[in-house]
């Protein structure tokens, strides 16, 4: 098309003859304007001529397409409000159609949105139909794009239309296609919550019960999280008359995939099913899945350790959960060890003092030793919840070995995850503990050969002196951090800077001035021009932060201008960089 930009048809005109052109990264701007677009047409052109565009023009490019299926879903205002909202279902119902997955989820998520703007006539009149077209459609995309769109409409429905939707639904779970019955059972879920009880029980549970026996492990594994859903719509004598056989089936599935859900699932599918039941009936079935023969299962039954010690009480833990975690200590997968490190510590507030000390710590100490270190710090980082119920004396004697193991890893990543800990091990232990166990190792990591460890070390000073306060610190760790300031290995100097850059924020002006700042001058002369470019960086830092007291304000204007003014004078670009930066603060 050959127009002047004055004409009225320009945008249309531009947006096409780029939705066209072969370069896809032009395409995709082009929808990406779509709503600029519509702005500049006007509601009536919107609807005229970019909406029957759109439909015709289903482009190759899942790229494109995907960016069309989710600005449709924001076109209401622009096509001149909810009374004109069907227009846009037409485009989407083909985009719900198309083969690539990503593409026709944002469709359905669109159509969905489009529904909520619809009166109870444009329902009936286009979405529904449009509905029964995507249920029956001849290529399994588009049947799998429909089970997501029932829950949408179904509360919006009159009765009569409602009962013709449970009936479409119920053909979308008994369909053919693996892939459309998978969508059934993902979309029952939500569909469910919309029903009343009576249709959950006429209605919802036979569709259940179908699912749960499919032949796929694929299907079944996702009627799990149905079978929460109808218990939470039912009494718990219900549940029990119509799900307890199908959930013990799927509990003992042939399949791993459908037991590790369950077991994933386990502390909620409880709490939906009712206190009487899980002690009647299922203290067996979880105790059966700790011991099951996949570690996955077995992961995944010991991430519900704590909540089901919850449900079945004190008693219940040491009856018949305790002597089987003793078998889990020594489980042959380490993912499985590590998973329980991670949980069996919610125990102990429900165990109470005596028993966790007599039953929990040995396991704990186990735990310590493991020699696989995910193992180790799973346990550590968990620790609080003991602490507050034991304290921490019992657990440092074999705490400390593993903290220092862990420590000193040969893999840096376990190292540095451990130093994550240590300001949550420092509140719990108290600084006389700490400085007499652990302060020097803390200012080992200072000088650790890999720079993310000796950049995390430095935000551990920081995080231990707002643990144990800022004259902790001036007596503990400034003066080791202060020291390496003239260490002949530029490394270190260089960590000095990082440390006190970091630390000065968490102490008084007071002390910045008295210890931080002369090793910061000193070091504006070193030879190493990085040396000084942090140096400018950190009196960017420390100049606010003595400004903000009129006893060590004077400083900026004197010292720290002076150094800032020789800076300046560097014969290094980016220590001139950095030193017109700070000037900005000073």
């Not at 127009?3 to 320009?10: C, H, K, R, S, T």
């Not at 600029?36 to 919107?46: D, S, V």
């Not at 070091?523 to 021009?529: A, E, N």
Request: glycine letters at 4%; one cysteine or more.
């Amino acid at each position: 098309m050959n127009m002047e930009e004055g004409d009225e048809l320009y945008p249309i005109a531009v947006l096409i003859d780029e939705l066209k052109h072969e370069d896809v990264t032009l395409r995709l701007n082009a929808v990406r304007r779509l709503s600029t677009i519509a702005l500049a047409l006007g509601p009536e052109r919107t609807r005229d001529e970019l909406l029957p565009f759109l439909d015709e023009s289903i482009d190759d490019e899942d790229e494109v397409l995907l960016v069309i299926s989710e600005e449709l879903g924001n076109f209401v205002d622009y096509v001149g409000g909810p009374s004109f909202a069907h227009l846009i279902l037409k485009p989407l119902e083909n985009l719900a159609a198309v083969e690539e997955t990503v593409v026709r989820e944002k469709a359905v998520e669109s159509l969905a949105k489009i529904c909520e703007c619809l009166s109870r006539e444009q329902l009936d009149q286009y979405y529904i139909p449009l509905l029964k077209r995507l249920t029956s459609g001849d290529w399994f995309t588009s049947r799998t794009s429909a089970a997501g769109l029932y829950s949408a409409a179904y509360s919006l429905a009159s009765p009569s239309t409602q009962e013709e939707l449970r009936k479409l639904f119920a053909q979308l779970c008994n369909d053919d296609t693996p892939m459309v019955r998978r969508a059934a059972a993902t979309n029952l879920t939500k569909f469910t919550t919309k029903l009343s009880k009576e249709h959950v029980v006429s209605d919802v549970i036979p569709l259940f019960t179908t699912l749960v026996q499919d032949e796929q492990d694929s299907v079944r594994l996702l009627t799990v999280e149905n079978l929460i859903t109808i218990a939470q719509a039912l009494t718990n004598e219900e549940s029990q008359q119509y799900l307890m056989e199908y959930l013990k089936a799927l509990c003992c599935d042939k399949s791993w995939r459908v037991r590790y859900m369950v077991a994933e699932n386990f502390v909620k599918i409880c709490m939906a099913i009712g206190p009487q039941i899980v002690k009647d009936e299922l203290i067996t079935v979880f105790v059966n899945m700790l011991g099951d023969n996949e570690a996955e299962v077995r992961s995944a039954a010991a991430t519900q350790v704590p909540g089901f010690g919850q449900l079945i009480g004190h008693d219940g833990i040491l009856q018949y959960i305790l002597p089987h975690l003793k078998d889990l200590i020594n489980d042959t997968s380490q993912h499985v060890r590590a998973s329980l490190g991670s949980n069996i510590s919610g125990l102990a507030p429900i165990l109470g003092k005596e028993d966790t000390i007599e039953h929990l710590l040995p396991l704990f100490l186990r735990l310590l030793k493991d020699e696989f270190p995910d193992v180790r710090l799973n346990i550590i980082s968990k620790l609080e919840g003991v602490n507050q119920v034991i304290g921490i004396e019992l657990l440092s004697q074999s705490l400390l070995p593993a903290i220092v193991e862990l420590a000193e890893d040969k893999q840096w990543r376990v190292r540095l995850a451990i130093i994550e800990y240590i300001p949550l091990l420092a509140s719990q232990l108290g600084d006389n503990f700490f400085d007499e166990k652990l302060g020097n190792l803390c200012m080992s990591w200072l000088g650790d050969s890999v720079y993310s460890i000796r950049e995390a070390a430095t935000v551990n000073l920081r995080k231990l002196t707002e643990v144990f306060g800022a004259e902790w610190a001036k007596q503990t760790i400034i003066p080791k951090v202060l020291a390496m300031g003239s260490h002949p290995n530029y490394l270190y100097r260089m960590t000095t800077i990082f440390s006190i850059t970091t630390i000065a924020p968490a102490v008084p002006a007071e002390i910045i001035k008295e210890l931080l700042l002369p090793t910061v001058l000193q070091l504006v002369t070193d030879p190493i021009p990085n040396i000084r470019f942090n140096v400018a960086k950190s009196l960017e830092t420390l100049s606010p932060i003595l400004k903000g007291n009129p006893a060590t304000a004077p400083i900026v204007d004197n010292e720290i201008r002076a150094a800032l003014l020789k800076l300046s004078e560097d014969a290094d670009k980016d220590v001139k960089y950095f030193t017109q930066r700070a000037f900005a603060h000073v």
